[in-house]
């Protein structure tokens, strides 16, 4: 029985447990399981409630978990609470050219990380798997950190997510551009990210390339990426990248002509930038 939860009532039908801790979260889930849906800003919630959608019969709030909250600097991560919200986020050196871009600077203060990465189309996603970003996810008794790609898949569950660990990596080498109506505040049509480090102009193994076309989960690019591994960043190298990229974006359905056509223009301009910079 869980004695210490605080309970608030949205409408009729609908009820907000807030919780003080995972374990009082998971336990609450665990009571309705197919009734319930965790919260940490709210922002999506909100948003679907405006536009008429059903809510579950019981909200369960994170919002009151202390250990969710907050940003620690280690040696070679900087380790993100998942109830950090976006704004606090934008402290981040590798962040500050992703944050800004994320919906209105109201949504940014209630906006959770966590909760952009349980969104399907997050804007910050495409920019943490170039980053080559963890997440740690508690689901029942079990607590696991994966990759950012390979928690997508989890996030039908609804595990938890309790931490975003980031690699402290050169931001010099990091590269983001969400393509919307608006710089802000608008649905993307498309964001790409990338990670490439150069040694002597030539492309290291850690090469990341990242894309979402806003209607399905983001997915790194990897015939991009073994097509650049240990390439000396040349103009030819680069034409023969463009080919690849064009091919392994032209699989992407959901994508429209005009999303896979930008999304190309964008990463070899970047290349095009990265080489040009290795030679100054």
Known sequence: MVNQTTEHT????????????VKEALELKAQ????????????????EREQGKVLPEQLI????????RGIEET?????IGAMTT????????????VIPTVASPAVRNRA??????????????????????????????????VSVIDFLPLRADEP????????????????YQKVGFR???????????????????????????????????????TSTEQALVGQQLTKSIIQEASETLRKELALIDTATTYQRTVAKNVFISELINRMEGSFE
Do not use: W
Not at 10 to 21: G, I, P, Y
Not at 75 to 79: G, N
Not at 160 to 172: C, D, L
């Open 32 to 47: 309705r399981p197919l009734s319930s849906r965790l919260i940490s800003g709210g922002t999506l919630i909100q948003l």
């Open 112 to 145: 959770t990380l966590g909760g952009n990465l349980m969104y399907t189309c997050g804007d910050t996603i495409p920019a943490l798997i170039a980053l080559d970003a963890k997440v740690t996810v508690v689901d029942g008794a079990e607590e696991r950190t």
């Open 61 to 68: 709030s994170l919002e009151q978990i202390p250990s969710l």
């Open 86 to 97: 976006l704004s606090e986020c934008a402290n981040v050196e590798c962040l500050k050219t």
């Open 10 to 21: 949205l409408k009729a039908n609908t009820v907000v447990q807030v919780a003080h801790s």
């Open 75 to 79: 040696e070679d991560f900087m380790i």
């Open 183 to 221: 710089k802000s505040f608008s649905k993307s049509q498309l964001t790409v990210s990338s990670m490439l480090c150069l040694d002597n102009q030539r492309v290291q193994n850690n090469v990341r390339f990242a894309f979402s076309d806003g209607e399905r989960a983001a997915m790194r690019l």
């Open 160 to 175: 938890i997510v309790t931490h975003i660990h980031i690699p402290k990596e050169s931001v010099e080498s990091f590269f």
